[in-house]
Structures are given as structure tokens and as C-alpha cells.
């Protein structure tokens, strides 16, 4: 009964949350466009009919049409998911040219952090496709730089930002006992997780902050509504994953290790005396494959298995570095010392995946881990490594990390 009722609580409550938000539709343009780009496609359609979303993402005469014409063309734009129109880029260039010109533009984004934000998204994605934003980032990141008073939006301001000129503003985290700010810093993450990427959590119970999101009265403004509404729904998938695990959830995992590299112990000198210094060395695989275990065995337990042994061929024994039973899924540890190392791993990768899939009931994916500890980084190679092997049905992805920064150069430990 219990799930029942929870389940219409959160029904009743979307639904008046999209109510909020639908009612608004139509009177400040930005708002429309940052609602496509942080809303999922099937709220979007719950509030906006075909007609309005075409009215809005059609550019229509691309003659300058003010502040709130061009910050809804830049989340348009910033939306990785469309391909821009020509036409859409140039009434976005002609629109921020004109922008820069008018004093009153400066004045009017002072306090407007939603057509803030629009117009960096519009201008990183311009960057992307080639174009110069030299001046227009400039322009922009003074407009971030200078502030302003202190509102529950502040967190779109950081975020364009970092969006043009990282410096670590998103870290300054929001504040753990405001529904609002947690509300809208987990909506901007599932809307731009790039620019989250090594940003840790805030620190929040999940489940006051969703008692908070479904108890308390509904907010009157179409922004704070639709955070809370993506907020909803982050949590529950959050909570969902955390029930069931996927082959992508263990990738998302493995690509968190560089960042779980942040603290790595290597001390120059003990912190007491008559010990000696912390140094946490990784020098081969096998060490690769303790630490990897140490990070998967508290989420997978028993279905995490090392140095297994699958089915036979002819007179070799293949054995499995890592594998998660649940998930069908093995997860082979290579190591490159050199940058000649990443065309040996696509080599002996592609040897592997001929030898352990005989029995699909028992294993059928695979997830390749490099770690480079070459002394000299060479990030070029990655992308090529990845490339070549994600083209084998059988690998679900490449995960490459760099060794922690603190850890000396091989001749050297």
C-alpha cells in the first residue's frame, strides 16, 4: 500500500509542478529555451504543444531581436543533441555583436542569470564549431566576474562561467540546507554534465531533500518549478540505479577513478615521526586490478570475480583479470608505460576477445581499463586506442586514466 501512495504523491506533485511551469510558457523567451534544454524531451512535450516548439526554435527574420531573442538562440545552440543551423549561428553572431554595443545590455544581465547562461552555452557551442569568441567570452566572463545581488539563480552565473573560462567556480558548492539551491545545481548537472565533471556532490540527505520536494508548497515561478521537477526526477533515478547496476553504471564508475585519484597518498616526509613516508605505489597490473577491486567489491560484492578461468580453447587457459557475474560483463586491466604500449593493448585486447566469449551465458561484454603511467603523457593516444576497439561488438567501452600526478616518474620510485 505503502508504494501505492508514494507513487501518486510523486504523480500529483510532477503534475503540479508542470502546471506552474506550462502557465508561464510563452511570457519570457529565455526562460522557454532554458526549459528545453533542462527539462527531459517528454516533459517538454507535456507543456509546450508542437506548434509552440517550433515557434520557438524556428529563428524566423534573423535581424537583431534583443537580449532575450539571442539567449534563447544560445541554448538552442548549446543543445548538443541538434544540429545548428547556418542561419541560427549567424542571427546568434549578429545578435551578440549588437548585444556588446548596447550599455543597457551589460545592465540587464547584471540580473539576469537565466539570458546569462543561455548566451555562454550559445558561445561554447560556436567555439566547437570553429568560430573565433574571443572578444564575446570576454564580454561575457566580466559580465560573471562582476556579480551582483545575491540570488537563488546564482548558480547559473558559475556555471557560464565555467562554461568560457573554467576557474573552479562551480566548486564553491551550494548551500546544503536550501531546497532551492540543491534543486537547481542537480538539475544543471544532468542538463551540462561536462562541466560538472570533477565537481564532488553537495552534501545533502537525498531523502529530506525529496521529502522537501514533494511536501512543501509548490514554488510560483516556472524556473524554480522546473528544477524541482528535474530534481524529482534525478533522485529517483539516482535511487533506482542505486537497486539495479548496469553495464554503463560500471563504466560511469571505472571513468570516476581519475578523479578518485585526488587525494592519492605520496608523501615526501612522514607525518610522524619514526614511520616512514606514505607512498602508495601502482607499478603493473596487478596492482591496477587491487585497486580496482578495492572501488567494485562494496557495490558488487559476490558477483565480482578475479582471476577466473573460462572455457578451454585447445591447449590455452584464458583467465579473466576481473569480471562482475550480474552484469555478464569483464573487465580487462591493461597497463602502458611507454606511448608504444597503447598499439600493443589494441593488439593483445583484440587477442583476448577471441578467447573468452566461447560461453555468452557466462560472460558477453567486456570493458577495457588502461592505466597510464607513461612518464611522459600522451592523451592523442587515447581517443585513437578507444576508437579501434569500441569497434569489436563485444567491448561495451574504453576507460583510459592517467596516473595521480603526485606519483614520480618510473626510474624514480
Not at 176 to 199: E, G, I, T
Not at 359 to 367: D, H, Q, S
Request: charged share 25%; proline share 6%; with cysteine.
Amino acid at each position: 500500500m505503502v508504494p501505492v501512495m508514494i507513487t501518486d504523491l510523486l504523480s500529483q506533485r510532477r503534475a503540479a509542478l508542470l502546471h506552474v511551469v506550462q502557465d508561464s510558457y510563452g511570457v519570457v523567451l529565455q526562460t522557454d529555451a532554458w526549459l528545453l534544454r533542462v527539462l527531459p524531451p517528454a516533459d517538454a512535450v507535456a507543456f509546450m504543444t508542437p506548434v509552440q516548439i517550433g515557434t520557438l526554435t524556428d529563428i524566423g527574420d534573423v535581424s537583431y531581436a534583443g537580449l532575450p531573442r539571442v539567449a534563447a538562440l544560445g541554448y538552442l545552440l548549446g543543445d548538443s543533441n541538434t544540429t545548428p543551423m547556418a542561419s541560427m549561428v549567424h542571427a546568434f553572431q549578429e545578435g551578440m555583436g549588437r548585444l556588446m554595443q548596447r550599455p543597457g545590455s551589460k545592465r540587464a544581465l547584471t540580473s539576469d542569470d537565466v539570458a546569462l547562461l543561455g548566451i555562454a552555452d550559445g558561445l561554447l557551442r560556436i567555439a566547437h564549431l570553429g568560430g573565433d569568441i574571443a572578444v564575446a567570452r570576454q564580454w561575457v566572463v566580466s559580465l560573471v566576474n562582476e556579480g551582483g545581488i545575491p540570488r537563488w539563480s546564482d548558480r547559473m552565473r558559475s556555471l557560464a562561467g565555467e562554461l568560457l573560462d573554467p576557474r573552479g567556480r562551480l566548486h564553491v558548492l551550494p548551500a546544503q540546507d536550501s531546497a532551492d539551491d540543491l534543486a537547481l545545481d542537480l538539475s544543471l548537472r544532468a542538463a551540462w554534465p561536462a562541466a560538472f565533471h570533477d565537481v564532488p556532490l553537495p552534501t545533502f540527505k537525498a531523502e529530506e531533500l525529496l521529502r522537501v520536494l514533494i511536501t512543501e508548497p509548490v514554488p510560483d515561478e516556472s524556473e524554480r518549478s522546473a528544477a524541482w521537477l528535474r530534481c524529482i526526477d534525478v533522485l529517483i533515478r539516482k535511487a533506482a540505479r542505486q537497486l539495479t547496476h548496469t553495464v554503463p553504471d560500471t563504466v560511469h564508475i571505472l571513468q570516476s577513478v581519475q578523479h578518485a585519484f585526488k587525494r592519492w597518498p605520496y608523501e615526501q616526509e612522514p607525518h610522524r615521526k619514526g614511520i616512514l613516508p606514505v607512498r602508495w605505489i601502482i607499478d603493473n597490473e596487478y596492482q591496477v586490478q587491487s585497486l580496482l577491486w578495492a572501488i567494485l567489491y562494496p557495490i558488487y560484492n559476490e558477483s565480482l570475480v578475479d582471476e577466473v578461468y573460462v572455457e578451454d580453447w585447445s591447449n590455452k587457459k584464458p583467465r579473466i583479470d576481473l569480471g562482475i557475474t550480474s552484469l555478464k560483463l569483464i573487465i580487462e586491466v591493461k597497463i602502458a608505460r611507454s606511448p608504444r604500449d597503447f598499439t600493443e593493448i589494441e593488439e593483445q585486447v583484440a587477442g583476448d576477445v577471441g578467447l573468452y566469449f566461447k560461453n555468452p551465458a557466462r560472460f558477453n561484454r567486456m570493458v577495457v581499463f588502461v592505466y597510464d603511467d607513461c612518464d611522459e603523457h600522451h592523451p592523442e593516444k587515447y581517443d585513437s586506442l578507444r576508437n579501434a576497439l569500441i569497434q569489436r561488438e563485444e567491448i561495451e567501452d574504453v576507460v583510459i586514466v592517467r596516473r595521480p600526478s603526485r606519483l614520480p616518474n618510473q626510474k624514480t620510485r
